[in-house]
């Protein structure tokens, strides 16, 4: 009791005050301008105490308890405290259950840190903080409101050896539980000296990760590689690097993350080298893997084609050939492709299956194919029949002809429109 | 390079640039500003000019001679007056090209990536564009190392869907 009254006395003006007063803070504190509440120069407090009921002074600016902490704390304990900027809880233990939640809404809120925070598997935290700190030897899950923090500081020793698989699970969801983050960046402190995860988001889809060596005699920092990560934190690679620090070699890392080269590339690359493939090639990469499939649907920079009620829209800026085989009549829109050249579209045995009228229709369904094609140098359309003819329709810069090849003499001549339907 | 140093005085600065594994490299500063990622490190900030050791972290000392000597090529042809032969340009870069096996190449793409120059990752991603034009997807797959995480079904049912760009294939 004697330290509040102490504490009181302003002519003291104390700055720091560090006490283990057992108990809980006297009653009267809460409501009166007594103890410490009247110490208006106060800016540090350390606890050593179990916090039921708070008081805050608002000159308070760091709070650091160390205490057997209840399940929840909840905004009345801290209801003064408006201009507290660190809060730390360090070597607290829960005295129930095993997870902790933390409501805490004062803006001016910087610093939130958790060291050595024994029997407790998860934290959820409800406050504004723009650094979050955790340190510990085994992970735990941390959840965060939509406010999540900006940065994401993770210190971790675990225990020697090299940890089981469910070590890096929780790892993973540990980090995983930081996602909304800016950056995270987990310190790993191993036999083998301290390593730096560090995680960083550019932009939705760009982010970079690095491994750096941290010398702790010299405070020097080494990357030892840094690897971009598209479409954001990709956990599975997080654990991998991570699994991969307890290995035998560094080098290895660096190996291992390199499986998978292009796919990891960031999108623009991808997107750089599939521009100056022809459109076949395009296409056949979404067979690839489900992430490239995606890449192709999501991007019309490169090409697009969308089938749309029979209808297809070739978005493409760098493609020069453009073919397509046995497909029925489409209307065909080539949409911002300057530098298309050729279009060649080949079917065989068009009309085995129509009748009649239909197969006019179907010829006048190619032309509306390719009307929109006419500023292409060279477009070929060849049907092949069934009968020992095959049509050809060449249109390029100089001439359009319709030719009848008859297969078995490889003759070539010319014909008009109407003797292909008469053929037919 | 003989160069004409008719003005002595104005010596050509020269720019440190540290690789990813810590090895440094001299550079002269039109080369180095080539580079948009470099030169990005000086803007507004040019008393950093002396003696500043700029970082790439993404780029290995393996590759920072071959990607200096195609800026300094490049920016010499761009130079010329008048342009040179497309022969030479063309001469040269096959020159780059020969003997980087596709692992390489895909690092290079990375730092060139990570540099931010256009016209080194114009020219390296069309060179890989080239090295899988023709190729199964297969063949593909095991030069990028991607992993087929379809099943057999899903997998079949999309070529079936693009089933003309299939089809091409089995002419080559």
Redesign the interface.
């Known amino acids: 009791m004697n330290v509040f009254g102490y504490a009181k006395a302003i002519p003291h003006e104390l700055e720091e005050v560090e006490t283990d007063a057992i108990g809980d803070f006297p009653q009267s504190l809460a409501k009166s301008t007594e103890g410490l509440y009247g110490c208006y120069t106060l800016k540090t407090l350390t606890v050593y105490h179990s916090l039921e009921r708070f008081l805050g002074c608002e000159s308070l600016t760091t709070l650091r308890i160390s205490a057997s902490l209840p399940q929840s704390i909840y905004p009345y304990l801290f209801n003064q405290g408006s201009f507290l900027e660190n809060l730390l809880f360090v070597n607290c233990d829960l005295s129930s259950g095993k997870t902790f939640t933390l409501f805490f809404d004062t803006s001016s809120l910087h610093n939130l840190t958790f060291s050595n925070f024994r029997f407790c598997e998860k934290i959820e935290i409800h406050a504004s903080a723009r650094i979050f700190t955790w340190k510990g030897e085994s992970p735990c899950l941390l959840s965060f409101d939509k406010s999540g923090p900006h940065k994401v500081n993770i210190h971790i020793s675990p225990p020697g050896g090299r940890p089981t698989k469910r070590w890096f699970t929780a790892m993973k969801d540990m980090v995983g539980g930081c996602r909304n983050a800016n950056s995270i960046t987990v310190f790993l402190n191993i036999s083998k000296g301290t390593f730096i995860l560090y995680y960083r988001r550019y932009s939705y889809a760009d982010a970079e990760t690095?491994v750096m060596k941290l010398n702790k005699e010299t405070g020097e920092e080494?990357?030892l590689?840094?690897y971009?990560m598209v479409n954001g934190l990709d956990l599975n690679q997080f654990a991998m690097i991570l699994e991969e620090l307890f290995a035998e070699k560094e080098a290895h890392i660096i190996n291992q993350m390199?499986?998978?080269?292009?796919?990891n590339?960031?999108d623009?690359?991808i997107y750089?080298?599939?521009?100056?493939?022809?459109?076949?090639?395009v296409?056949?990469?979404?067979?690839?893997?489900?992430?490239?499939?995606s890449l192709i649907k999501k991007n019309g920079k490169i090409l697009r084609i969308a089938p749309n009620d029979g209808k297809i829209v070739i978005t493409a800026p760098r493609l020069k050939f453009f073919?397509?085989?046995?497909?029925d009549p489409l209307v065909l829109c080539v949409d911002d492709c300057p530098t298309l050249e050729k279009v060649d579209i080949h079917i065989s045995q068009p009309f085995c299956q129509k009748i009649g009228d239909k197969k006019q229709t179907f010829i006048l369904d190619i032309f509306h194919m390719i009307e929109g094609l006419f500023h292409v140098k060279s477009l070929r359309i060849s049907l092949n029949l069934v009968t020992k003819e095959k049509f050809t329709l060449c249109c390029n810069n100089e001439e359009t002809k319709i030719a009848v090849l008859n297969k078995e003499t490889a003759e070539e001549a010319m014909v008009g429109l109407a003797t292909i339907l008469e053929h037919i | 390079m003989a160069s004409s140093s008719s003005s002595s005085s104005t010596q050509v600065k020269k720019i440190t640039l540290k690789a990813?594994d810590?090895k440094h490299f001299e550079v002269e500063e039109p080369v180095a500003m080539e580079m948009e990622t470099v030169k990005s490190f000086f803007v507004g900030n040019e008393d950093a000019m002396k003696d500043m050791v700029v970082?790439l972290?993404?780029v290995s000392s393996e590759h920072m001679p071959a990607i200096l000597d195609f800026y300094r090529n490049h920016s010499e042809f761009r130079k010329r007056t008048p342009p040179p032969p497309a022969e030479e340009v063309k001469a040269f870069n096959e020159a780059f090209l020969e003997n980087k096996s596709d692992?390489q190449l895909?690092e290079m793409?990375?730092a060139a990536?990570f540099l931010n120059t256009k016209e080194l990752?114009?020219f390296l991603?069309?060179a890989?564009?080239?090295r899988?034009?023709?190729k199964s997807?297969e063949y593909?797959?095991a030069f990028?190392?991607?992993?087929?995480?379809?099943t057999p079904e899903e997998?079949a049912r999309?070529?079936a869907e693009?089933?003309?760009?299939?089809?091409?294939?089995d002419e080559d």
Not at chain 1, 272 to 281: E, G, V
Not at chain 1, 283 to 293: D, G, Y
Not at chain 2, 144 to 149: C, L, V, W, Y
């Open positions: 690095k080494m990357v590689f840094s971009p390199g499986i998978d080269r292009l796919s590339l960031p623009r690359i750089n080298i599939l521009s100056f493939l022809d459109t076949k090639y296409v056949q990469t979404c067979v690839l893997s489900k992430k490239w499939r073919n397509l085989k046995e497909v | 990813a810590g970082p972290l993404n692992e895909m793409i990375m990536n990752l114009n991603t069309e890989a564009a080239n899988i034009k023709n997807v593909v797959r990028f190392g991607i992993e087929n995480d379809f997998e999309i070529r693009n089933e003309w760009a299939f089809d091409g294939l």
